[in-house]
């Protein structure tokens, strides 16, 4: 027997209703107060009633295994189910519109997010934040906007994760409260739940983009200006080794992305992430390689780490890591120091002189090195540190250049700035000349006349001396 025949059997057996609290036996019909109290009583009944209700006339287990295979028949017999439970005299006191309503959102509980559904596929949103049953807020531009959105129950918000994270093969429990995961649209999704989360369970959803920032375009939004977005241009067309360092949510990985999107397509790309998140709409040759966590039976993991030396062995011209966070620093750097010139990452830091401390501790998790050795490596490896910060009004901007070599007498890293800017700036503006612009005309880079323009753009550049 199909769903759509156990519906149709359910709702002939319930055509002799039975009645209901408001409804006297004898009859007679109700009175003003009490038809109101009745009325006002219905309309106060949600989504997670209705799903209780329908629950009893076919199982919402078996619809979501017509999901996997059908997933419009499984919403039809959803809808049909709904119909059938708002046609009984419970819900009589609900308008067609309110029922349509209801059912919906039931249809969005069961096969998609639930109240955050138009959230998640509302471009301009670039952070959810649902804090169990009490508040859901979200990022626009920058800021935190309270959502009128809540959900029911910290159950609904549990039924949201599993949804999320049970085709993807992870489970998250009391002995495992936490966990990390990708949406189908590329959004990065973290949850916790009691009894890490104290307040119910906690779902946060970095939502990016479906389509590439360019350069121009932050340009274009005052992140920087067109000298700063030609440098790094260069950078990228020279095959620098570049660090995208910056705090949360500054916009890392959008510039990464579209550095990354420089690339010559004569090259061969290799990108290594824990969340796949980095877009790539028109380069020819592009390989994507994802961490996996352990399963639950704590096997199957493969770290950062175990991509990044594979990665060594795929024929890489460029390798670009999401993000580094642990030992595969001592990797990285060891691809960027063995033939992989103009190699990308991004990494949490508040400066790019905390760029070589970070890296000296994570280097120090995989192998025990003298800090000196440590640092000349880095020196070596990396040659410019861009640094992006979020202003107090929330725009994204980039607020520092770096270049990073290594003193050999003094056995030190050293970090130079060549371009900063302020929080509460319009532009940024340039130190000194950086040292890679005579370098671009020996490589045919860039031309004499372009670089002589870009001079003239540079704020803040001194004059050049004959």
Not at 134 to 162: A, M, P
Not at 198 to 205: A, E, R
Not at 315 to 327: A, F, H, Q
Request: some cysteine; proline content about 4%; overall charge negative.
């Amino acid at each position: 027997m199909t769903l759509m025949e156990r519906v149709r059997v359910a709702e002939a057996g319930d055509r002799a209703v039975q009645p209901m609290a408001f409804e006297p036996t004898d009859g007679s019909r109700l009175g003003d107060h009490t038809a109101n109290r009745f009325a006002t009583h219905v309309q106060k009944r949600g989504v997670e009633e209705l799903r209780a209700d329908v629950g009893k006339r076919i199982s919402l287990e078996a619809i979501a295994v017509v999901m996997a295979s059908s997933p419009e028949r499984a919403r039809n017999e959803l809808r049909t189910a709904c119909r059938g439970v708002l046609a009984e005299p419970a819900w009589a006191a609900l308008t067609y519109a309110q029922k349509k309503k209801l059912t919906e959102e039931l249809v969005d509980v069961v096969f998609g997010m639930g109240p955050i559904e138009s959230l998640v596929y509302d471009e301009s949103v670039t952070e959810i934040m649902v804090n169990g049953t009490h508040s859901i807020y979200f990022e626009r531009d920058g800021k935190l906007v309270r959502s009128g959105l809540t959900f029911e129950s910290d159950d609904q918000v549990r039924v949201l994760i599993d949804r999320i994270i049970g085709p993807l093969g992870r489970r998250i429990d009391e002995s495992s409260p936490m966990v990390n995961a990708r949406l189908e649209q590329g959004h990065r999704v973290n949850a916790v739940i009691p009894p890490v989360a104290l307040d119910g369970p906690m779902v946060t959803i970095r939502a990016f983009t479906r389509r590439v920032m360019t350069l121009d375009e932050m340009v274009a939004r005052g992140s920087f200006g067109e000298d700063a977005a030609l440098f790094l241009e260069w950078m990228v067309r020279a095959r620098k080794n570049v660090v995208v360092s910056g705090g949360t949510g500054s916009g890392k990985t959008t510039l990464l992305n579209a550095l990354s999107c420089l690339v010559s397509h004569e090259e061969r790309i290799v990108t290594i992430e824990d969340s796949a998140e980095l877009k790539f709409e028109q380069h020819p040759h592009v390989v994507r390689l994802e961490a996996r966590p352990r399963n639950a039976e704590g096997e199957g993991e493969v770290t950062i780490r175990d991509l990044v030396v594979n990665a060594l062995r795929m024929r890489p011209d460029r390798i670009i890591v999401g993000e580094c966070r642990s030992g595969e620093a001592i990797d990285m750097l060891q691809a960027m120091l063995t033939g992989h010139d103009g190699s990308l990452t991004t990494l949490h830091a508040n400066s790019p002189i905390d760029v070589v401390d970070r890296m000296v501790t994570m280097v120090r998790y995989a192998v025990d090195l003298p800090i000196d050795a440590i640092e000349a490596q880095i020196g070596s490896a990396f040659d410019y540190i861009v640094q992006v910060a979020r202003a107090p009004d929330g725009s994204r901007f980039l607020a520092e250049v770096a270049e990073v070599s290594f003193d050999r007498s003094r056995r030190r890293c050293l970090v130079e700035r060549v371009y900063v800017r302020g929080p509460f700036e319009t532009q940024g503006s340039w130190l000194r000349r950086p040292a890679c612009v005579d370098e671009l005309l020996e490589r045919r880079v860039a031309t004499r006349e372009e670089v002589e323009l870009w001079e003239q753009k540079a704020s803040g550049l001194p004059s050049r001396r004959s």
